[in-house]
């Protein structure tokens, strides 16, 4: 019996299958073209045709934060290629797991400058996790078993597969082997943590007066939030999340005290400015965390776990470095609790929770409504009501995507959506069209700037033809606020180019997509049209929120100082 | 504070640039650095002798640890270990005296010369980098220097340690 002949094309979709995927998203083009053919004529999975390659990676990305598996993008060589760039290092920024195959001119021009040739492995190497060049038709499936793989182990993050047309034609064949349980001997993350470190850590942490817990995007990423809560009730003690970890503990636990940060809330900048022991789980000292990174906590004991070596003592240096799956180490520090049959010293952690609360008590996360403008902070809370806390919430970049952060409490993980790392503008959309193919039957918001919605709006086909009904909220301020804010801040109030004079009719343009446009210019209508919004099933509403254009976000860091310096209103330090 | 660091990595195409690309995107600097494939064809080594302080270094080891390629890096320069590096260096010798200078320096220096020229000598010497600079500065003092090229250095550690699969 003869051994069947695959294409190359043929094993793209073959693999793609073997490796469980529902959705590609891609756009095609000639060195593609063999791929799209053995797409057309299998149904294991859908591809889903965007309007730009940039929102391909996005919806990929979304599609993978929402669910926990890895996005897969297909685009074709040259400009489809180099278009995802922008996604790809969106995605490496915030440790997405994502795949994607770019097409390439013919093994046999490589290097020619052949039409719609791009070095794209060269072009994204500082950007993926790891990159491939495949050069022959049996190593296809391998190569892609391999991507899934890197992409979605250890700390995960993109990786690029480039694909030559002239291994995915039909003259090409070969046999199909595929090994999906793959091993490497140059790639072995660690999995649980070093019993010595776990039993350091949980020293630390018992001994501690004073203790914060300061968790990030690692604790969602590991599906590891009820280790988590667990923990944290457990000590009992005060925990934060950080931009990306937001979800990770309950936004209405009663031990949450609010994201840490640039725009965190006082109470978590100050109870890190002033813990004896911080435990990082999942979390990377980022710059817009840690402000001035040489007055950051000078007294702490920093305990940090985390799965990338690279991660620990990069900006921060730790004490107690624990490198592993912080499922797997939060799983051993409980286990040793219990072991140990520790219980938390009560007086000082009264006297701790007492501190807190003082600083809670400042509400420095909060607004003023009177009866001008809609503030946007208002517009957030109006959402949180409808939806019941329950809705996905994808954001943009900019100041409405701080207002939601701070004003939709998460209660579950993988609810918040957003780009932290690299911040990307036209981000929202696209990742909220991934979400809502993931999760047809819930509630997707895109919140959005007049800015950040033009960046990928083309999408609102691809909405249309694949019937997306998310519900896009527009907080139209009619600038750059962000940007405006920090003019306002540090420039003297010089708006230059922050202000667009020639924003469409987003009503309209909604409508001429084909969907439900809605316009908001009043308070008294605030509610009722929202309401009517997300009331409407099976049509994507696009609604256009007119707000107060001056609104600034508070609390911010004062630049250059101390984790817990800041500006709680204009003009107020804490 | 100067480092030899050596790496052993799988012999892919591709994986010499994420090494040197790693060292522009993150600023870390590359004094030398040389590579070839072990008598094992699917591993390359590579040797990169570089500066910095203790934090810097960490995050050297860490991030060229984190490539997917790489299997092993270790710091040789952490404990006792051999250093070499290869010159050939071509010098103006146009007269007798300068020949017999050029010979003498090189004799002591344990140099060869291998290879002469009507008015040029070639010489190959090894050693560690400031063996190499010594001889340098010396035929530079007697002589014109018309060509130079080194190798970069390669080390190994000493005794029964080895980097190794
Ligand atoms: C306009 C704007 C304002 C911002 N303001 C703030 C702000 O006020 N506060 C704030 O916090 N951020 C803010 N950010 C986001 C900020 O830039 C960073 O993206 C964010 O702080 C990083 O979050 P993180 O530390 O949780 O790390 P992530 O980027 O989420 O990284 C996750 C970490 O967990 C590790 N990890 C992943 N998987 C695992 C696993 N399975 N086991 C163990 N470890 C794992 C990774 O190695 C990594 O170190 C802002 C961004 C923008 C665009
Ligand atoms: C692609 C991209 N370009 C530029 C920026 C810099 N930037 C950050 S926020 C911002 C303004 C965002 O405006 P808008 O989307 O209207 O949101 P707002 O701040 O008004 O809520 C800009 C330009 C960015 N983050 N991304």
């Known amino acids: ?574 | 504070m100067r480092r030899i660091l050596a790496i052993l990595l799988e012999n892919e195409p591709g994986s010499l640039s994420r090494i040197v690309g790693l060292f522009s995107q993150r600023a870390f600097n590359i004094e030398s650095l040389t590579v070839a494939p072990t008598e094992d064809e699917s591993l390359s080594r590579i040797t990169i002798a570089t500066k910095g302080d203790d934090k810097v270094l960490e995050q050297i080891v860490k991030q060229v640890n984190k490539l997917i390629d790489v299997i092993k890096i270790t710091d040789l320069t952490e404990r006792s270990h051999v250093e070499r590096e290869l010159i050939l260096i071509k010098v103006l010798a146009m007269n007798d005296k300068s020949r017999t200078e050029v010979k003498r320096i090189t004799d002591i220096f344990r140099g060869s010369i291998i290879d002469i020229g009507k008015q040029v000598y070639t010489i190959q010497l090894t050693g560690d980098a400031d063996k190499l600079n010594a001889f340098v500065k010396t035929l530079a003092n007697e002589t014109e220097i018309i060509e130079s090229v080194r190798s970069g250095c390669v080390g190994i550690a000493r005794g029964e340690k080895a980097l190794r699969v």
């Open chain 1, 1 to 574: 019996m003869n051994t069947p002949l695959f294409t190359g094309a043929e094993m793209v979709v073959k693999a793609l299958s073997a490796l469980d995927v529902k959705y590609i998203f891609g756009y095609p083009g000639g060195t593609v073209l063999d791929i799209y053919d053995a797409i057309f004529q299998q149904d294991d999975f859908e591809h889903i045709l965007v309007r730009h390659e940039q929102a391909a990676t996005h919806m990929a990305d979304g599609y993978s934060r929402a669910t926990g598996d890895v996005g897969v993008v297909l685009a074709t060589s040259g400009p489809g290629a180099t278009n995802c760039i922008t996604g790809i290092a969106t995605a490496y920024m915030d440790s997405i797991p994502m795949v994607v195959l770019s097409g390439q001119v013919p093994t046999t021009l490589i290097g020619d400058d052949a039409f719609q040739e791009t070095d794209i492995v060269g072009c994204s190497r500082p950007i993926v996790k790891h990159s491939f060049n495949c050069r022959k038709v049996e190593d296809i499936p391998n190569v892609i078993a391999k991507a899934f793989y890197i992409a979605k182990s250890g700390r995960p993050g993109p990786v690029v597969v480039e694909l030559p047309k002239d291994i995915l034609i039909p003259d090409n064949k070969a046999e199909y082997n595929i090994e999906t349980n793959v091993q490497m001997r140059s790639y072995n993350p660690t999995k649980k943590g070093h019993p010595k470190q776990i039993k350091k850590a949980v020293k630390a942490i018992t001994e501690a007066k004073k203790l914060v817990i300061y968790s990030g995007g690692g604790i969602v990423l590991a599906d590891a939030s009820e280790l988590l809560t667990q923990l944290v009730e457990t000590l009992n003690a005060p925990c934060t999340n950080t931009l990306m970890g937001l979800g990770g503990l309950a936004g209405t636990h009663k031990n949450f005290i609010g994201m840490l940060g640039m725009h965190g809330s006082l109470e978590a900048n100050k109870a890190m400015a002033n813990a004896d022991v911080i435990l990082a789980l999942g979390a990377r000292f980022d710059d817009r965390v840690t402000n001035n990174v040489k007055k950051f906590c000078p007294n702490a004991t920093i305990v940090h776990v985390d799965i990338d070596p690279t991660s620990i003592s990069k900006t921060i240096n730790a004490h107690i470095p624990v490198v592993g799956l912080i499922d797997i180490v939060l799983q051993q520090i409980i286990d040793e609790l219990d072991e140990t049959g520790f219980l938390p010293d009560q007086e000082p952690l009264a006297t701790w929770w007492e501190q807190i609360n003082e600083w809670r008590a400042v509400k420095s996360v909060s607004y003023q409504q009177d009866d001008g403008k809609i503030k946007p902070q208002r517009v957030v809370e109006a959402m949180y009501k409808i939806t019941n806390g329950e809705a996905y919430v994808c954001s943009d970049v900019g100041q409405h995507q701080m207002f939601a952060a701070q004003y939709y409490p998460f209660d579950k993980p993988r609810k918040w959506i957003n780009s932290g790392g690299l911040g990307t503008m036209g981000f929202g959309l696209p990742a909220a069209m991934g979400v809502k193919l993931a999760f047809p039957d819930s509630h997707v918001i895109c919140i959005t700037g007049d800015g950040s919605i033009q960046m990928n709006i083309q999408e609102l086909s691809t909405c249309l033809q694949y019937n997306l009904p998310v519900v896009i909220v527009t907080l139209n301020n009619r600038s750059l606020g962000m940007v405006r804010q920090w003019q306002d801040m540090v420039y003297g109030g010089r708006h230059s180019s922050s202000y667009m004079e020639s924003i469409p009719d987003f009503v309209k343009l909604a409508e001429a997509y084909g969907h439900v446009g809605i316009q908001i210019d009043t308070l008294d209508e605030l509610d009722s049209k929202l309401e009517q919004a997300f009331s409407i099933k099976n049509r994507l509403v696009f609604v256009d929120v007119c707000v107060d254009e001056k609104e600034h976000v508070y609390p911010m860091q004062i630049k250059y100082g101390a984790v817990d310096d800041m500006w709680v209103k204009k003009g107020v330090k804490a």
